[in-house]
């Protein structure tokens, strides 16, 4: 069977990427739309065969409490909502898949992991790449020791970032610039790579203040990351430059090369090797597969089967965390430690 999701924001991810993805699910279908643009919403349920009483605003949202049709409600608003309709999501019994990145804050994020918890719902963050089969390669070849123990990882991700009227460069509505946005899939991948969680982070921002883009959030971002076993992880994200979306894993022995690593499609990965004196570089070809169908698949399985999902509340929460030290060592230029965190169960 496949569950019920109600797709929260129709804004340029939720018609471009996730509406067109259902089609590829095996587990999941959109029933519901939440919306602010009731002709807009008609429009696209029409399209996908939702009924027209299933469409909500903001302001009618709790309703979907009595539609027996919504599992799962999925959230693709600007950040500084998803506290609000995850709140209210887990109140009408429902479970929530909520965008990256989870929250504004910290405390954003712990409050919707203890709506879930006391409504005894489930949570997950969105974080595709994590589904995704080069990512998951990535991860298994990175940790088994073919290479020699990982040394360092490098991860760039941003873009140049449309005009300044946007909620993106609002501080209000996004929380930060390309950090949260963008660069937080750096900071994502150097956590599940190694499986460690950082111990200390260092930062730089550099902003062109004559940019109105950039009057209240950051363009680019420099940031180090050093875990318990001594990997350091360079990362950067930025909102001026030419789109880059790479990772690279350089291990004693070898190293992994994926770009792009961030994008929706064509991703491509590599991996070089001494051997017989001479350099052996490998393509890695896998099968692309849809990273917003997976995802969701993910959330139905573990929905049905009343089970954690792979990315749930904590790991949005532990990236907030992380992205909160990085903004304070950028401030106050120095390293700043973070709290020994447990390690992380190591086949995650
Ligand atoms: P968008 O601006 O295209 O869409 C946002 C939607 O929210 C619009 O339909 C808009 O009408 C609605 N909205 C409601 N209240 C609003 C308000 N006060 N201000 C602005 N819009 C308001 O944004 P998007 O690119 O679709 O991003 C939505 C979420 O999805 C964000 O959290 C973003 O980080 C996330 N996202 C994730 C990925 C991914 O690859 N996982 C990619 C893009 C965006």
Redesign the pocket.
């Known amino acids: 069977k496949r569950l019920g999701f109600a797709v929260v924001?129709?804004?340029?991810?939720?018609?471009?990427?996730v509406l067109p993805a259902f089609g590829r699910c095996k587990y999941a279908r959109p029933t519901a739309l939440v919306?602010?643009?009731r002709a807009?919403a008609e429009k696209v349920a029409d399209q996908y065969g939702i009924g027209p009483e299933h469409i909500y605003d903001?302001q009618n949202f709790d309703r979907i409490a009595d539609d027996p049709t919504v599992d799962v409600v999925y959230?693709?608003?600007?950040?500084?909502?998803?506290r609000e309709f995850t709140v209210r999501a887990a109140k009408a019994g429902k479970h929530v898949l909520c965008?990256?990145?989870m929250a504004n804050t910290s405390a954003e994020c712990e409050a919707m992991i203890a709506a879930c918890e006391s409504a005894r719902r489930l949570l997950m963050i969105?974080?595709?790449c994590q589904y995704e089969p080069h990512h998951r390669e990535m991860i298994r070849l990175a940790r088994s020791g073919e290479l020699g123990p990982i040394r360092m990882i490098e991860a760039s991700n941003g873009q140049n970032q449309g005009p300044a009227d946007?909620?993106?460069h609002k501080k209000a509505?996004?929380g930060g610039g390309s950090l949260?946005?963008v660069g937080i899939y750096c900071l994502n991948a150097a956590r599940y790579i190694t499986g460690e969680e950082p111990v200390q982070v260092t930062a730089q921002i550099a902003v062109d203040p004559s940019d109105p883009r950039f009057r209240e959030v950051e363009d680019r971002i420099s940031f180090q990351l050093r875990f318990p076993s001594g990997v350091l992880a360079v990362c950067q994200s930025f909102y001026s430059a030419h789109e880059s979306r790479r990772c690279r894993v350089l291990a004693e022995k070898g190293w992994i090369d994926m770009d792009p690593a961030?994008a929706?499609h064509g991703l491509r990965m590599k991996t070089s090797r001494a051997r017989d004196e001479a350099e052996l570089t490998t393509a890695i070809a896998l099968p692309e597969h849809d990273?917003?169908a997976l995802e969701m698949d993910h959330m139905a399985r573990r929905v049905a089967a009343g089970e954690r999902p792979h990315t749930p509340g904590e790991e949005g929460l532990q990236d907030i965390r992380i992205i909160e030290a990085i903004y304070r060592a950028a401030r106050e230029g120095k390293p700043v430690d973070l709290a020994a965190v447990e390690a992380r169960d190591a086949t995650r």
């Open positions: 924001g129709l804004g340029e991810l939720a018609l471009g990427e919306s602010g643009d807009k903001y959230i693709i608003l600007p950040n500084s909502m998803h965008e990256k990145p969105a974080y595709r946007q909620w993106r509505l996004a949260p946005d961030f929706y990273q917003f």
